[in-house]
């Protein structure tokens, strides 16, 4: 005879997996299972998400092994810098103070280039004219008598450290100096503040000094000499690509609305998001690469300020294409004989403006002014003449010769209503036409500046050469 | 009788000036004249510079006081912690290592309360990491004899820190301890390599993790106590702000396009461009707005994500006021009669999706459900079916009901490509209310999540009777 309890454990609950036969379903007994249990739990997941995080951490590798080689840079030049730990004579050189020298390859060592060397000079020029402006105040304070000398340092660093920030807020100041300004006031409180305690002040304003030129020479020649990655490159690449993004986008979608497919790549459509999202790493870009020397063929002075201009004309195409896309997905769908209408014109529009946008890319990838722009901002403007025909004999369509409403459904003729979302569409691409214009007048802009540029340049190369030119 | 030379200087150059009297233009005569001419140019234009840069910043600093107030925190905490400098005790006791307080103090201290605690507490849990590692490290090589020690400590600094570079690029890693990678990096090798030649070295990983502690608590205490401005008030204040540029924009543009009036505050108008670039500042505050405790009427973990939602609602909304925008500006203009015919509703339209927009907006700032959105909602959406019943008769005003071409003028019909701006922004204004319907949606997510997290806390604050609760 079985108890109440075995008849209890008798009962059993059964799930159904997945090939087809049933598997039992313990229930947990006692406090130490459900502990055990709960904390297998906890593992699994934890195993889940760490594994979750190193394929992340492994395809964003593989995507773009540039970063893994910034990171084995940054080994590098701290295990270079760390030698000087290991030789005494470098060692006594600097006073015991090498530390500073591993701070500052840890503090200034960027992805690119241009942010490096930013850091860099800011972190040089700042530490020289705090160091020796902190000396000065030390001596002044010195001169001051022993009961005053603490007030002295206490006010000059309160009213340097209070005005050094304060113009951290300075547009024009942040965008060039703002590194530079955090490490005057770092360098010049501790070199203050040191001549309090310290005897041989001047020795230790040098040592600092020295121990970050040490630190930043060795960054610079590490990020210049190993792969480099120039900031005004990427923002080049950056354009180029943006561009043409911008053009697939475009033409994918009036494609898609027209042809009614669904086999566009719907990443090529939603590529114009990207143009809308690189205002932030375009500007900063730019800010870094005015501080590159010439590379590649961009020289020092190089227009990257242009760039910020094209970005600014292409966001504001990519405005458009985002209200086009809200047209193409709008409930209120339209008759198809309006469609079929206007569909070889406004294909046009969109394959001709699209096909000018590639041009524009291939001419600033180029850097020089492209033979056919014109030849396709024509061909784009004469598509556009057509679609405005079109859009002008669409009234026949609605425009019945008999007056009889009933007959409106017997002769092909559509509701106004329905007229709505193309006719929209179109004057968004007529639109998007004139904006196209504006970006085609940037990017020539640019081109001519940079062509300027490369003149000066190349004159100044050559100097004796124009000097005979003028006096001719 | 004169000769060739004063002749020559007895002609003038004149200029007529403003005043109508003339000035005679005295040429430079001789080097030195020329030297003190254009030095004097430079000077005038350096002070003129200056002069402009110094009404710039004044300008700042009188918009936003909080900036200056700001600034003078900054020297207030590092004049404070400078004292640990004067005080022998104090200084005795970090074993002349104070240098770091400083440090600590410029390098985390932030104008908002979030991103000074963000860089507080990687700091504080980096270098504690990093130490004992870096102790655990020099142990290990020290045990290895020594020829291997630099061998030892180099490699391991040249993993450690290309592990740590490269969790920086990792989306996750950089927006919660992209700062705490870097002390990782630099306390790792500081402390790993003085192993070499500090005897004490527990002392100085001690000594580091001790003076760092000091400076962040002062920090903390500075900007908490001290006018303090919170990362996450500013973000909620910034979302109601440009929901307010947002409705006004809305509303001044197609007020302006029907009542064809120039007086529409040009600033308000523009309002809109605010929304489409505060991205980047969203995205910056949110995250630091998660290291916030709980200040004012927000809690420890209010959900500032929501707001990264809003703000993408908001852009959404922004967009389509851009293409609005570029219909009233195009040059392609409407006809006065088919204007006239939609004005009353498309004008109501845009008054009651931009009351709407307020009401959101409002309903954000007092965190709680507004009473009447759905009623505004309702009050759209009824102007909407009144701006689609406009739209239909419109192809009366285009359908004559004679055939007769030469009679289109004379019967006040207009050519179909006049309605084709009107019907264009008519069509974007009813995408914009879709949008508004999805900002409307996102807003009350906002406000829900919001109230159940008061809930929760207000629960964990008096767990008894949750406990008393679950057992009845």
Redesign the interface.
């Known amino acids: 005879m079985a108890s109440g309890k075995e008849l209890c454990e008798g009962v059993e609950w059964r799930i159904r997996v997945v090939d087809g036969s049933s598997e039992v379903l313990v229930p947990p007994t006692g406090l130490a299972r459900k502990v055990w249990l709960r904390t297998k739990g906890l593992i699994s997941g934890l195993g889940m998400k760490v594994r979750m995080?190193l394929k992340?951490?492994w395809d964003?590798?593989a995507s773009d092994p540039r970063?893994?080689i910034?990171?084995?840079k940054?080994?590098?030049a701290?295990?270079i810098v760390?030698l000087v730990?290991?030789m005494r004579p470098l060692?006594d050189g600097v006073g015991?103070n090498?530390?500073w020298a591993?701070?500052t390859v840890?503090?200034v060592f960027e992805p690119t280039v241009g942010a490096t060397l930013y850091k860099c000079l800011n972190r040089v020029c700042a530490t020289c004219l705090a160091g020796f402006l902190a000396v000065g105040v030390h001596w002044i304070a010195s001169q001051s008598g022993d009961r005053f000398e603490?007030f002295v340092?206490?006010a000059s660093?309160?009213?340097l450290?209070?005005?050094a920030?304060?113009?951290r807020?300075?547009p024009?100041v942040k965008s060039m100096f703002d590194y530079g300004a955090?490490i005057f006031?770092?360098t010049f409180?501790?070199v203050a503040?040191?001549g309090?305690?310290v005897d041989k002040l001047f020795d230790l304003a040098h040592q600092r000094i020295s121990t970050i030129i040490i630190g930043t020479s060795f960054c610079i020649l590490v990020i210049m000499l190993v792969c480099p990655i120039w900031s005004g490159q990427e923002l080049h690449s950056l354009t180029v690509r943006n561009m043409d993004k911008l053009s697939d986008s475009l033409d994918g979608c009036v494609r898609q609305y027209f042809t009614n497919s669904n086999g566009e790549d719907d990443q090529k459509l939603q590529g114009y998001k990207c143009v809308?999202?690189s205002?932030?790493s375009e500007e900063s870009m730019a800010n870094f690469a005015r501080w590159e020397p010439s590379h590649g063929r961009f020289n020092f002075r190089h227009p990257w300020k242009q760039y910020l201009k094209i970005g600014a004309s292409m966001r504001?195409c990519a405005?458009?294409i985002?209200?086009l896309n809200?047209?193409i997905n709008?409930e209120?769908q339209a008759a198809e004989s309006i469609k079929k209408h206007l569909s070889t014109s406004c294909l046009k529009v969109s394959s001709s403006s699209s096909s000018a946008i590639k041009e524009l890319a291939e001419s600033v990838k180029k850097m020089n002014k492209s033979p056919t722009i014109e030849l396709l901002v024509e061909e784009m403007n004469s598509a556009l003449e057509e679609l405005?025909n079109d859009?002008?004999s669409?009234?026949h369509l609605?425009?019945?010769?008999t007056?009889a409403e009933n007959q409106i459904s017997a002769t092909g003729l559509v509701?106004?209503?329905e007229i709505?979302?193309v006719?929209?569409l179109?004057?968004?691409l007529?639109?998007i036409s004139?904006r196209i214009e504006a970006l085609v007048g940037s990017v020539e802009e640019l081109v001519k500046e940079s062509e300027m540029k490369d003149k000066i340049v190349a004159k100044e190369e050559k100097p004796e050469g124009t000097m005979k030119a003028l006096q001719r």
Chains 1, 2 share one sequence.
Not at 398 to 401: C, G, H, M, R, Y
Request: hydrophobic content about 50%.
């Open positions: 995080f992340q951490a964003m590798g970063k893994v910034h990171c084995i940054v080994g590098l701290l295990t760390s730990y290991f060692y015991g090498a530390m591993i701070m840890v503090v603490p340092v206490g660093i309160f009213i450290a209070s005005i920030t304060f113009s807020f300075i024009s955090m006031i770092l409180s501790i503040i040191s309090y305690r809308l999202s205002k932030a504001s405005y458009c985002e209200a809200s047209c709008s209120n405005h859009l002008k669409l009234s609605l425009n019945p010769s007056t509701p106004f209503m709505i979302p006719v929209t179109a004057s968004i007529i639109e004139v």
